[in-house]
């Protein structure tokens, strides 16, 4: 997983990362930022010690973390079939990639180590 904090004049301390990797960048900039990452952090912690997934719910992205994976999930993933019936005339399809995302345990932990030192201004 490739990635690079920016500091953004106009929109703050920002990532940038792989297209197959963007919802994990939306949930690093807008559910995150740099107030939530202690937070974050103990969640780690917590997850290292036991052996169910933890999910930290998110406003608009959920994160499924396991001592095996960080799954990212965005919350239209989940679409009840009733609101997409508006749309089966036109032939469109929920699209899914940009929805769902992950990447190994320890990936996450470096992420999330990275943007705390990135963040603090280190």
């Not at 004049?9 to 960048?25: C, F, N, Q, T, V």
């Not at 899914?96 to 320890?106: A, D, K, M, P, T």
Request: hydrophobic share 40%; net charge negative.
């Amino acid at each position: 997983m490739e990635y690079q904090f920016i500091r953004d004049p106009i929109s703050g301390l920002r990532i940038k990362i792989s297209s197959e990797h963007a919802i994990i960048g939306r949930w690093l900039n807008e559910e995150i930022g740099k107030d939530k990452v202690a937070m974050v952090q103990a969640l780690i912690t917590s997850v290292k010690t036991s052996y169910e997934p933890v999910t930290l719910k998110g406003q608009e992205i959920d994160l499924i973390l396991s001592k095996d994976e960080a799954l990212f999930e965005a919350h239209a993933l989940h679409q009840d079939s009733e609101d997409l019936v508006a749309y089966q005339d036109d032939d469109l399809m929920l699209e899914e990639n940009g929805l769902v995302s992950g990447c190994g345990f320890e990936d996450f932990v470096d992420l999330i180590n990275s943007w705390h030192e990135f963040s603090a201004g280190r």
